[in-house]
């Protein structure tokens, strides 16, 4: 996370700076926020792989879209359909498969129960923190003041104070021991901070809810990443859950405008 937040630094040499004559106090706080929560949702995120399959935190922490049309409905004015109604309730159902709440999934493991649970519900928190950027990010779209440099520098200082204070509490200071370890941190923080752009700059474009479903394109990525690479095979109803997730995701597509 560190070093993902030091690339992103790099993003100030390609901010619009003639723009920022027309640059509200409004603007700065919403990419303020902007920063705050895309790094809080991302930390979470990776807390959470501590504890679950990979392909569990990855569907829930990129299940956007739902969450994404309800809070764009309640704070940008976007409209909201039956349909999504309907979406709404077929994506819950997916995240409660693929949390498996101890209390619903009896299971022999009751300590991995809990763990992935635990893992789960970090990942949900992460979950809201980005569907709550993502809405910060429209709203300077709407006020035609979004810069994709400047959206990507805000996340890199905000959570370069961040990880430098929880890493100095926690005096876990230490460099890549290995080129291995150190090429495996780079090409993280080069994915993410392209990942990062790319998103910021659909998000000046188009609709939160569209952006949000092609970003579960992930999802099944991340299933297979696990099975190659962990060699972790998911359980059933974790696939079951992705499946109903990512179905309602792309349903949105037939949203009417």
Avoid at 5 to 15: D, E, N
């Amino acid at each position: 996370m560190f070093y993902r937040c030091i690339l992103f630094l790099l993003s100030v040499a390609f901010v619009s700076w003639d723009k920022n004559e027309f640059y509200h106090a409004s603007d700065m706080l919403l990419y303020t926020a902007y920063g705050l929560l895309n790094v809080g949702g991302v930390l979470l995120s990776y807390v959470g792989l501590q504890f679950a399959h990979v392909g569990n935190v990855t569907t829930i922490s990129t299940n956007m879209p739902i969450p994404a049309a309800f809070l764009g409905w309640l704070l940008l004015g976007e409209k909201i359909t039956f349909l999504d109604i309907l979406l709404f309730t077929a994506n819950m159902i997916g995240l409660v498969c693929v949390a498996k709440p101890p209390v619903i999934f009896r299971q022999e493991n009751l300590d991995q129960n809990r763990y992935e649970f635990f893992g789960a519900l970090i990942a949900f928190g992460g979950l809201i923190l980005l569907v709550l950027s993502t809405i910060a990010s429209r709203k300077l779209a709407y006020r035609n003041n979004s810069d994709a440099a400047l959206q990507t520098f805000f996340p890199g200082m905000v959570g370069l104070l961040i990880t430098g204070i929880i890493l100095s509490l926690i005096e876990m200071w230490a460099l890549p021991t290995s080129i291995e370890e150190g090429l495996m941190s780079l090409l993280v923080a080069i994915l993410s901070l392209l990942g990062n752009v790319f998103l910021v700059l659909g998000l000046k474009y188009e609709r939160v809810v569209v952006c949000a479903v092609l970003v579960t394109v992930s999802v099944p990525v991340s299933f297979l990443a696990a099975i190659v690479v962990l060699h972790q095979v998911p359980e059933v109803v974790s696939v079951i859950g992705a499946l109903l997730i990512i179905g309602s995701t792309f349903g949105c597509l037939f949203r009417p405008d």
